[in-house]
T-cell receptor, first 112, second 116 residues
């Protein structure tokens, strides 16, 4: 079993839709949870960063962490064509040598 | 803020030659830089972690003699692919962070390497 599971999609939605992206994980030691957006042939861009459980909102984006279920989500409200990209989840534990464990990424297409 | 640049963005080279990729943090001091490799439709694969002034820590399976990493200053790290072969063709991405913010890595735009 992979440490982080993420459905690669592709996911196609109409403009204005609410998008839900998810990752599951198996390592209960993970404490930091991140969502990155990656446009084609570009480096990833940090979107959301959450420590431990709970929700975090930033504009049209909401990140949720449910540590009891080992499940994290990213919601995009009022999706725009410019949101079309690959969304990667990443997470890590604690300690000096912690490193990020990445999901495969979900490809999202928002159609005008 | 937190801008990371990479150069070159794209490079084509002949098999057997060496290629150097630069990663710079433009508006912050990067105590730690990371080098990743990404294959099409695959996730990021961490190659090595580089701390300024120290030897890089390589991930299992990554040949340190083939992928030379230097982090000589707080704003610059270089990755040199030595004696490149076609199987080294890939998308190489660096990221940088500052002390205490290891989880919030800021990524460069990537370098696409094609070895003929």
């Amino acid at each position: 079993q992979k440490e982080v599971e993420q459905d690669p999609g592709p996911l196609s939605v109409p403009e204005g839709a609410i998008v839900s992206l998810n990752c599951t994980y198996s390592n209960s030691a993970f404490q930091y949870f991140m969502w990155y957006r990656q446009y084609s042939r570009k480096g990833p861009e940090l979107l959301m960063y959450t420590y431990s459980s709970g929700n975090k909102e930033d504009g049209r984006f909401t990140a949720q962490v449910d540590k009891s279920s080992k499940y994290i989500s990213l919601f995009i409200r009022d999706s725009q064509p410019s949101d079309s990209a690959t969304y990667l989840c990443a997470m890590s534990g604690t300690g000096n040598n912690r490193k990020l464990i990445w999901g495969l990424g979900t490809s999202l297409a928002v159609n005008p | 803020g937190a801008v990371v640049s990479q150069h070159p963005s794209r490079v084509i080279c002949k098999s057997g030659t060496s290629v150097k990729i630069e990663c710079r943090s433009l508006d912050f001091q990067a105590t730690t830089m990371f080098w990743y490799r990404q294959f099409p439709k695959k996730s990021l694969m961490l190659m090595a972690t580089s701390n300024e002034g120290s030897k890089a820590t390589y991930e299992q399976g990554v040949e340190k003699d083939k992928f030379l990493i230097n982090h000589a200053s707080l704003t610059l790290s270089t990755l040199t692919v030595t004696s490149a072969h076609p199987e080294d063709s890939s998308f190489y991405i660096c990221s940088a962070t500052w002390t205490g913010q290891r989880e919030t890595q800021y990524f460069g735009p990537g370098t696409r390497l094609l070895v003929l």
